[in-house]
């Protein structure tokens, strides 16, 4: 039925991109463009985003409750649509946030015994 | 978001992630185009960095999409279209359905209102008629009325009744206030409202002194009569108003919706019973019920009450001779009557009508869906599953029953409106008939099991893949044939019972119309109730001088070729009375004559109805003298006796009436 896969789906390690999107709104509101941007540029681009995929995580985001949004005016004065964090949000990204780097660490203990050891 | 909220939304949400996705666009173009980049250029790269519009568009209206609904509301637009484009096939379709669910709507309403609905008092299970059944001449009667004697009996002496009371209904004369006018009343005692326990809305009921004789008279009027007589004025209550010729205080008015049973009288008197004759049974009794108290339980006691009082009044013989017993049924029954019979047969009928339809409209359904299989073999050859194909298929024939629903619905609207127009006599309850939501449940119920039925015949012959794959190239074969095949024969079949059953009612009809009911011409008849009340002229002979008076008055009237009283007119049995009538030379001296029905007429009459004298001769003013009629006439206006006409029996009488000349009848 669903035939289309986004990019970020098939590139990136299946769940994350809703923390990422979820820690880049810790600090303020923001816009889709502004979201992708800043996660692109804060992987030092190694994260290819294929900023169009953002926009169902962000609908997805929005139906769970974990973001709001609202209207409203970007630096270059076009309308655009702002997504905020919600307290529930918050919860998830500390949740998720802790859940990943305890994965991290189980592959990295896996990957690297010797640095258990140390 | 609800997941059913953001399915009605989803339009909305994809126009608004549409704006989202173009302020996307801009803004990045525009960072492009600081950067130096010519503008057509910007934007194309901007829409490169997006990606495809239409598969994130796509995308989030999925999320917001329930399959299998979206897929029935596609299945539906089909079916109004196919609706749409065949509006042959259509008009017969919803024709069938509408009147098929509509007529069984509409009779859904009338049983549910007149056997269902329980009568619009409070705790109306509670109510009960209380009568007798007793034997006279081995004929059993089952509702025999209550006498002032065992009234008064019950009313001392019953343990199982919380109240209860008797009523009679009647005609009476309002004068000196305008024109004289002929109200409908009740006299009930002084319990039978509060049995009913519908409370007047200014007032009060009739009290315990009201009905005994001595103290003032009082009066309860109805809403209506207030409303059309006084304009609803709310000082009414303390006036005189002179009923029958007797000045009566106004204590109550009864609320709108007040019925007495199936009657609405104008005015309520009361009932006072000065005699306690034992078998004057002319009074129909209401009692409410003690809470816990069965019927068989109130039968019991009202038995006992009963034999107490043979015992004391010394009419034991009495009882025991007509073998009285107690009848106490809910009072429902005295309102309903015998039409639930006629109700249960017009149900099955109408059962009948809608399987026919049902019959009719497969077939229908079958053809098209027939027609279809070269372009249902074709999505099956393109991938598409059974299922989805018999979804269709029963979707479409949803619409279509939904569809005959709704305009079913509109008929038995209309088919209510126009029979509470009609106001068939001998329907009860009428003005409490209405299309309510039970009705529209019923409804919904009946279009989708109806077009249920429809649509799983079509899936089983057209939709299934056997029959799909045997579709290819194919024409017609056996197996399809067989089933409308059948489906004729059970329409034929069908019609042919409603056919038949129809036949025989227009037979009675017929045999109905030939029967000479004993008066002729009825369109030149006309026809004025009048009452010349005891309060106003006390004795016989000043009534019959009145009579003849009015009579030879009404014969004056230029036009009017014959004028006449009766106490009642032909084949209105209500006001026919019971009275043994010995037959000379026939009577048994030891037994009580045989009760017949008697009607009372004055000279006259019998020309001016059309009657035909077989023998003897009509009555004369000279007959009507006072002395020479038995004891019960001297009260009565009237000549002589004559005979219900139709009964069969009626060949001719003397007896009590000898001398006077005795006739026959046309029968």
Known sequence: MAKYKSALHSEMVPGTLDMLVLQTLLLSAAHGQTIAQAIERGSEEVLQVEHGSLYPALHRLENRGWVASFWGTSE??????????????????????????ELVRAIGRILNPAGEKS | MNRWLRFFRRQ???AEKREELDSYLDITAKEYMEGGMEAGAARAAAQKKLGNSTLILEEVYRMNSIDLIEGIVRDARQGLRMIRKQPGFSAAALFSLALGIGANTALFCVVNSVLIRPLPYPEAEELVGVTNTLVLQGQRFANVELSPGMYAALKADSRSFERFGVW?????????????EQIVSISATEGVLPSLGVPAQIGRWFSGSDDTAGSPETVILSHGYWQRRFGGDRGILGRIIVVDFIPREVIGVMPSEFRFLDRSPDVLLTQRLSSRRADDFNYSGIARLKPGVT??????????????????????KMLK??????????LKNDVVGEVGKTLTVLTFALGLVLLLVCANVTNLFLARAHARRQEFSIRVALGAGWGKIARELLVESLTLGLLGGVLGLLAAFAGIRLLVW????????????????????VTLACSLILSLAIGLVAVLKCGRTGGIQKARGATQDAGQLRTQNGLVAVQIALAMVLLVAS??????????????????????????RISIPEGLVREPEGVIRIQAD?????AAIAGVSAAGFASGLPLEWEYAIGMPIAVEGVADEDRMPPNRSVKRISPGLLAAQGTRLIAGRDFIWEDVSVKELWPLFQRIWLARIGVDLQMPWARGFEGECRGHGWKWWEL
Do not use: C
Not at chain 1, 77 to 98: C, D, I, M
Not at chain 2, 168 to 180: E, L, Q, R, W, Y
Not at chain 2, 430 to 441: C, H, K, P, Q, R
């Open chain 1, 76 to 101: 270059n004065n076009r309308r655009a649509k702002y997504y905020r964090l919600t307290p529930e949000g918050r919860r998830q990204l500390v949740a998720q946030t802790s859940r990943w780097e």
């Open chain 2, 12 to 14: 909305a949400v994809e």
């Open chain 2, 168 to 180: 009679t209904a009647g005609t009476s004369t309002v004068t000196g206030i305008g024109n004289p």
């Open chain 2, 295 to 316: 019927l068989a339980l109130a039968n019991q006691d009202t038995a006992r009450v009963l034999q107490n009082w043979g015992e004391a009044e010394g009419v034991s």
């Open chain 2, 321 to 330: 001779e007509l073998n009285v017993q107690p009848n106490l049924h809910p």
């Open chain 2, 422 to 441: 009609l106001r068939p006599a001998n329907l009860p309850r009428l003005m409490e008939i209405s299309v309510d939501t039970s009705a529209f449940f």
């Open chain 2, 503 to 528: 036949g025989l009612v227009v037979r009675t009809f017929v045999a109905l119309r030939q029967v000479r009911p004993g008066f002729s011409h009825p369109e030149r008849i006309q026809m004025v």
């Open chain 2, 550 to 554: 009015l009579q030879e008055r009404f």
